[in-house]
């Protein structure tokens, strides 16, 4: 059974950078998308951006110029870095992997969210 | 950017029907995922490509897509089924940006 399980700080100054590290278990993270969601508490999910195992990553605009999301095969780890945070950014932070899909014409694109981490609430406050 | 709407809440007695909507521009030519989020959980697959069900859902959860609007079905409601739903797709008009909805309440009376 495969497992996900964010860790990282949980309080992260304004202005600063926001760190989180999502370690995969029971399976490998090749062949798969890996994808990092937020929710903000009493709200709805936001998708954050993904990253495939080969390395190419693709983000949400509203965020691009903040996100960087690495992955870490060797260790079955990826990696969220958002920063310039404000409090806007306080949310639970959920790793997840994303099933992919295959086009014989454009290739692999990522479906589904198929397995999620337990999420690891990160406020940003001084 | 594309938009999805889901009605904030929807009501239904034990036993019965519930239905919940996500509604978006020509939804029915995306594949719609759909899960649940139970209060302080993380979020459960449990519809995905319109109408597939991931392996240990059960087949009162269903779902169907076409023209506006993508619906997911819970037949035989029952108490533990109270949770928040959320519809998601990929918008490959920008970027293949993930969209989600704004999530529904779905309340057992």
């Known amino acids: 059974q495969v497992q996900l399980q964010e860790s990282g700080p949980g309080l992260v100054k304004p202005s600063e950078t926001l760190s989180l590290t999502c370690t995969v278990s029971g399976g490998s993270i090749s062949s798969y998308y890996w994808s990092w969601i937020r929710q903000p508490p009493g709200k709805g999910l936001e998708w954050i951006g993904y990253?495939?195992?080969?390395?190419?990553?693709n983000y949400n605009p509203s965020l691009k110029s903040r996100v960087t999301i690495s992955v870490d095969t060797s260790k079955n780890q990826f990696s969220l870095k958002l920063s310039s945070v404000t409090a806007a950014d306080t949310a639970v932070y959920y790793c997840?992997?994303?099933?992919?899909?295959?086009?014989?014409?454009?290739?692999?694109?990522?479906?589904?969210?198929?397995?999620w981490g337990q999420g690891t609430l990160v406020t940003v406050s001084s | 950017s594309y938009v999805l709407t889901q009605p904030p809440s929807v009501s239904v007695a034990p036993g019965q029907t519930a239905r919940i909507t996500c509604g978006g521009n020509?939804?029915?030519?995306?594949?719609v995922h759909w899960y649940q989020q139970k209060p302080g959980q993380a979020p459960v697959l449990v519809v995905y490509d319109d109408s597939d069900r991931p392996s240990g859902i059960p087949e009162r959860f269903s779902g169907s897509n076409s023209g506006n609007t993508a619906t997911l079905t819970i037949s035989r409601v029952e108490a533990g089924d109270e949770a928040d739903y959320y519809c998601q797709v990929w918008d490959s008009s920008s970027d293949h940006r993930g969209v989600f909805g704004g999530g529904t309440k779905l309340t057992v009376l």
């Open positions: 020509n939804i029915g030519s995306k594949s």
């Open positions: 990253i495939y195992y080969s390395g190419s990553t």
């Open positions: 997840a992997r994303v099933q992919p899909y295959y086009d014989i014409l454009t290739g692999y694109w990522p479906r589904d969210f198929d397995y």
